[in-house]
């Protein structure tokens, strides 16, 4: 489980195997591996991966983490695009006594979403996302929305778009301002929504099955 505040971006150092399963290293500021054990779950770009190796030196001041990516997440991700040198975003999982100060996110993707437009406006940057109708009837005008792992408010919505506002921090902390239009980017609708959302469909369903012809 992870609070979709991203903590640091890690650089991929390299990445072997094939389309169905790859290994993929990661540095990353050696801060961010304390404590950290083999088994452990890290979210990257809100994907929620599992720790197969790390390594720290005494005197670095960055270390190396691997994870293992099955053809399922290379497929339904955006991590079957990194290459070597790519930045992404990474949070470490929650601990007792944790700030919640995003939502909620379990670091499952449902989709990803297609970069339309990404600029900035003095301070302010605004970047609009394209998504599969299946995903979008769960993304609400000021809900919540994990994008690469990051927890944000949803702007304007369209049938098939949305807006984010982004701010500075949010644009120097995480990898959001590497995207293009073009590019691919991992979402998590909110599962609160998403419940919701499931259950008055079903409601509504049963009740026409028992409307009178």
């Known amino acids: 489980m992870f609070t979709g505040i991203v903590q640091t971006k ?3 150092v390299s990445i072997s ?3 169905s ?4 290293c ?3 500021g050696r801060e961010h591996l304390e404590r950290l ?4 779950s890290i979210a990257i770009n809100g994907c929620c991966l599992t720790v197969t190796k790390f390594e720290t030196q005494m005197n670095d001041v960055v270390g190396q983490v691997y994870f293992d990516v099955i053809d399922e997440s290379l497929q339904k991700t955006n991590l079957g695009k990194l290459r070597q040198g790519s930045l ?3 949070e470490r999982s929650v601990t007792f006594g944790t700030e919640i100060g995003g939502h909620i996110v379990s670091g499952h993707i449902h989709a990803t979403a297609k970069v339309i437009k990404s600029e900035s406006h003095g301070s302010n940057w605004i970047m609009t996302l394209e998504l599969s109708p299946k995903w979008m009837k769960y993304v609400l005008h000021k809900g919540f929305v994990s994008v690469n ?3 944000l408010t949803v702007g304007d919505v369209t049938e098939s778009t949305f807006n984010l506002h982004l701010i500075p921090e949010t644009m120097n902390i995480t990898n959001l301002g590497e995207y293009v239009p073009g590019d691919e980017i991992n ?3 909110d599962q609160q929504t998403y419940t919701t959302v499931q259950t008055v469909e079903r409601y509504l369903k049963s009740i026409n099955k028992n409307l009178p012809v």
């Open 187 to 189: 979402i998590e609708v």
């Open 37 to 40: 054990t083999i088994g452990a």
């Open 88 to 90: 992404v975003n990474f």
């Open 26 to 28: 990661l540095s990353v």
């Open 21 to 24: 399963f790859k290994t993929i």
């Open 149 to 151: 792992g990051c927890s």
């Open 10 to 12: 890690a650089t991929v």
């Open 17 to 19: 195997g094939d389309d």
